[in-house]
């Protein structure tokens, strides 16, 4: 059994709309250049994967299949064939929806960096609330 410990965040935001509308909009990644830029500017399907041109170069994004359960995980390959998964769920919070991303630290990253990633995440979150609640 592996015990290391993984120093993880849960950044969330509230959102005032259901939570079916924003699984449904998030889910889509060709929406990631409209609410997600700090992971990609632009998005295209290429032989059935989603490649997003990212800060890290040109880049892989596989979401967790379609699913009644809000769940949005998803995996960044980056060109170095280095793969990070992001645990991320929508859910029912009163008449809106609540949406957590869990942001894990990987090995070797400064508590700078680490902040940076936090704020980045928190912000793409931020305009996921802005677009939604605009529509």
């Known amino acids: 059994m592996d015990t290391e410990v993984s120093d993880s965040r849960h ?7 259901l939570a079916e509308e924003v699984y449904d909009y998030a889910s ?15 998005v295209e399907r290429v032989d059935g994967q989603w490649i997003v041109e990212s800060p890290m170069g ?10 009644e359960f809000g769940v ?26 609540e949406v957590v991303f869990t942001l894990r630290r990987q090995p070797g990253t400064s508590d700078v960096d680490f902040e940076r990633d936090a704020e980045a995440v928190f912000a793409d979150l ?10």
Do not use: Q, Y
Not at 11 to 17: E, P
Not at 58 to 67: D, K
Not at 88 to 96: F, K, Y
């Open 11 to 17: 950044i969330s935001t509230h959102i005032d709309r």
């Open 28 to 42: 889509n990644p060709s929406n990631l250049p409209e609410w997600a830029p700090g992971l990609c500017s632009s």
């Open 58 to 67: 040109r880049a892989v994004v596989a979401f967790a299949a379609r699913n």
């Open 72 to 97: 949005l995980d998803h995996d960044v390959t980056l060109p170095t064939g280095e793969t990070f998964h992001n645990p991320v769920r929508v859910t029912v919070d009163g008449a809106g929806c």
């Open 126 to 135: 931020i305009r996921l609330k802005h677009v939604m609640e605009r529509s």
